[in-house]
Nanobody, 129 residues
Framework: QVQLVESGGGSVQAGGSLRLSCAAF????????MAWFRRAPGKEREAVAG????????HYVDSVKGRFTISQDNAKNTLYLQMNSLQPEDTAMYYC??????????????????????WGQGTQVTVSS
């Protein structure tokens, strides 16, 4: 059974940084791509960044480009999201997701919820001004 467990969330002031982690347990070796999503209070869940496991190719939504970096430590089966220059609008619950599609849709700049089968429980990020 596959399980994704996020950690690293917390409260920071605007301009600060956080690094989120997503540890994968189970048949994680079969994933083709992984991603981070977030849901702000009162809003729909939205994509943040995607990662193709076989190539390391990444894709980011415009609002986080240049500030967030998605990466993976294959040996640890862990996905990361380094978040710098955080702003109050980044406040949200952040979710890790994994999928099996081949090719990974991130290749086409697509990060849609429907493309990801496994989800973590989320980790809260709060940015104060």
């Amino acid at each position: 059974q596959v399980q994704l467990v996020e950690s690293g969330g917390g409260s920071v002031q605007a301009g600060g940084s956080l690094r989120l982690s997503c540890a994968a347990f189970g048949y994680a070796y079969s994933f083709s791509c992984m991603a981070w999503f977030r849901r702000a209070p009162g809003k729909e869940r939205e994509a943040v960044a995607g990662y193709i496991i076989s190539t390391g190719i990444t894709h980011y939504v415009d609002s986080v480009k240049g500030r967030f970096t998605i990466s993976q430590d294959n040996a640890k089966n862990t996905l990361y999201l380094q978040m710098n220059s955080l702003q109050p609008e980044d406040t949200a619950m952040y979710y890790c997701a994994a999928g099996f599609q081949s090719p990974c849709p991130v290749r086409y700049g697509r990060i849609n919820e429907g493309d990801f089968y496994y989800w973590g429980q989320g980790t809260q990020v709060t940015v104060s001004s």
